[in-house]
């Protein structure tokens, strides 16, 4: 069987699946494992290692050693087929699965919001006000809004790609001429 030419495409496909996984057990413990700061944490963690697997793979199919530019292909590459996967899910989710987890979300991020104010020693009137923003945002899930969130995401995803390629690159050794 012949290896893909670009190992991002299989492990993007194992990172979204992976990324859907993770969601559905946190779906199940609840809004407030669902949405918390330690989960996200979690998922990206679990993201940015597969996709290193992918950068990894191209390195040791070229004998060790792999340039900037032909890391950051495979690693972006998973980071784009696994951000496209678990946006689907997530526009699946939010708009047939669990419509209600919409103001679940919105109840979670205004209490979430408050408290870190608080904690911060924001003026109470600061508080009001960022709530009350906060409160107007419509946090309902379409597909403009999810393609956007997608587009951020693949953004956000790029830069974190271009750190792992510089730090997995290897150069081969130039041995002076004799």
Known sequence: MQKSSN???LWGV?????????????YIAGPSVLFSWWNSVLQLA???????FAGLEVKKQQGGYIS????LKPIFTAFIIGTAIITVYQYVLYKYIDPKLVDALK????ESTEKWMHKFKAPQEEIDKQLDELSK??????????????LKGIIFYFAIAAIISLIIRKKPVERPLQ
């Open 14 to 26: 194992v990172g979204g699946i992976s990324l859907i996984f993770l969601n559905v057990i946190t």
């Open 46 to 52: 679990v993201f940015i290692v597969i996709a290193i």
């Open 7 to 9: 190992p991002g495409l």
């Open 68 to 71: 900037f530019k032909e890391a």
């Open 107 to 110: 109840d979670n991020l205004l």
């Open 137 to 150: 945002t419509d946090f309902n899930v379409g597909i403009k809004k999810s393609f956007m969130d997608f």
